[in-house]
């Protein structure tokens, strides 16, 4: 059972948005900044989004991150097929003293 | 370019004990503390544990505690994670994962991962 709670899916057709929650607790998301994954199955993550919405060079500015009291969204406009991924929230739990994951959220381009 | 290539990785029997290495180029390695994060297959991702910049470890995962150590070595920038009386579900890919900073810092780079089998 993972510590940040996320859908097991979500999808959506090209060209639309889609949005993946990530639930916490004060311990984690509600005192931290959170951060984002992708994974393509068969390869390691990537770095999406940190500090809850600012995207490192080279993320398209389709990926937009927020984060509201103890938890977090994840939103992909424009949707295109290469973004059908799992994709991971994470953040530090103060109580664990160690970085949390997501269960995960595998997006299907449909 | 930030590079991490994880290694040591193999099928054991349980119980048995397993050294991960991973070496790292492409930053300064001293500054940065570092994790191992793993996935056993079809799951998520879990993290096993993290060191500062100078040796001191982070913490570890509870399903670990007692049974893991962490430790790196900054002049050969590399980070390794010492694993005792391995267990069935200790099986998954181990990736060593950079930090953008300190401890609390977020994950930023990954290796390709090194995969742990623990069987019988």
């Known amino acids: 059972q993972s510590v940040l709670t996320q859908p097991p899916s979500a999808s959506g057709t090209p060209g639309q948005r889609v949005t993946i929650s990530c639930s916490g607790s004060n311990s984690n998301i509600g005192s931290n900044t959170v951060s984002w994954y992708q994974q393509i199955p068969g390869t390691a993550p990537k770095f999406l989004i940190y500090?809850?919405?600012q995207r490192p060079s080279g993320v398209p500015d389709r990926f937009s991150g927020s984060k509201s009291g103890t938890s977090a969204s994840l939103a992909v406009s424009g949707l295109q097929s290469e973004d059908e991924a799992d994709y991971y929230c994470s953040t530090w739990d103060d109580r664990l003293n160690g970085p949390v994951f997501g269960g995960g959220t595998k997006l299907t381009v449909l | 370019e930030v590079q991490l290539v994880e290694s040591g990785g193999d099928w054991v029997q349980p119980g048995r004990s397993l050294r991960l290495s991973c070496a790292a180029s492409?930053?300064?390695?001293?500054?940065?503390?570092l994790h191992w994060v793993r996935q056993a297959p079809g799951k998520g991702l879990e993290w096993v544990s993290g060191i500062t910049w100078n040796g001191h470890s982070i913490g570890f995962a509870d399903s670990v505690k007692g049974r893991f150590t962490i430790s790196r070595d900054n002049a050969k920038k590399s980070l390794y994670l010492h694993m005792n009386s391995l267990r069935p579900e200790d099986t998954a890919l181990y990736y060593c994962?950079?930090?953008?900073?300190?401890?609390?810092?977020?994950?930023?780079?990954w290796g390709q991962g090194t995969l742990v089998t623990v069987s019988s």
């Open positions: 492409g930053f300064t390695f001293e500054d940065y503390a």
């Open positions: 500090s809850d919405n």
């Open positions: 994962a950079k930090s953008q900073g300190g401890v609390g810092a977020t994950v930023d780079y």
